[in-house]
């Protein structure tokens, strides 16, 4: 993660907040907004404390940790969880998006699917 001012973070859970300055002597050190306010600051916290924690950038690609629990989708848009083993199989979903911290997101991308299959 390389925050930039403006950018948004979210976390799994669906909070959101804003980058509201970068440390000019360090860009990996930023202050980040209260979440779901964005005018009001909260600390400053350097992109390890802040991935730790669960916040991403908005936009950012969600790729599991070693061991952690993701999920994906199999050949009939049928949803199931994975442990991330960084092997094959695991690499080969996060390379074609289909690899999803919540069993809801992952459900939601087959059901898009499904309607581009059936035309909707």
Not at 99 to 105: G, L, R, V
Request: proline share 3%; aromatic share 12%; glycine share 6%.
């Amino acid at each position: 993660m390389h925050p930039k001012l403006g950018d948004i973070l979210q976390k799994r859970d669906g909070d959101k907040a804003k980058v509201l300055s970068v440390a000019h002597d360090n860009p990996d050190v930023f202050l980040k907004s209260e979440w779901n306010d964005f005018e009001i600051t909260d600390f400053w916290f350097t992109t390890a404390e802040a991935e730790k924690l669960g916040w991403k950038i908005v936009g950012e690609k969600w790729k599991p940790e070693d061991e952690e629990q993701y999920w994906c989708f199999d050949g009939d848009l049928t949803s199931g969880s994975c442990t991330w083993d960084n092997d094959k199989i695991d690499n080969d979903n996060y390379a074609v998006g289909n690899c999803f911290p919540t069993e809801e997101a992952c459900e939601e991308a087959c059901k898009k699917i499904k309607e581009i299959l059936k035309g909707e």
